[in-house]
């Protein structure tokens, strides 16, 4: 397992922006890739989208396409999960999780931030 550390997160109204981070602690995080998951109560986890180890590309689920950004800053060996125009609707825990490439299960998750977003 790789250790994973989140940050960012928080309560915003319906339209406002967060940003979340993941840092790698201890591995060079461009290694791999990393995807962002969610978690609402009472409802399935849900891939929201990955940048891949390779050339950075991105994926994202339909939902949140043009309003998700993942990036991001080898310097800083962090990711980010730039979410904009948020609604109701995306109010859930967030992890990220570092896998070979987009798609692969792995046991490598970030202990997860909570996003509430009100009306």
């Known amino acids: 397992q790789l250790p994973l550390v989140q940050s960012g997160g928080g309560s915003v109204q319906s339209g406002e922006s967060l940003r979340l981070s993941c840092t790698g602690s201890?591995?060079?995080?461009?290694?791999?890739?990393i995807s962002w998951f969610r978690q609402a109560p009472g409802k399935e986890r849900e891939e929201v989208g990955c940048?891949?180890?390779?050339?950075?590309?991105?994926y994202y689920l339909d939902s949140v396409k043009g309003r998700f950004t993942t990036s991001r800053d080898n310097a800083k060996n962090t990711v980010y999960l730039q979410m904009n125009s948020l609604k109701t609707e995306d109010t859930a825990v967030y992890y990220c999780?570092?896998?070979?490439?987009?798609?692969?299960?792995?046991?490598?998750w970030g202990r997860g931030t909570q996003v509430t977003v009100s009306s």
């Open positions: 999780t570092a896998a070979t490439r987009c798609g692969v299960a792995t046991t490598s």
């Open positions: 940048i891949s180890s390779s050339d950075d590309h991105t």
């Open positions: 201890g591995f060079t995080m461009d290694s791999y890739a």
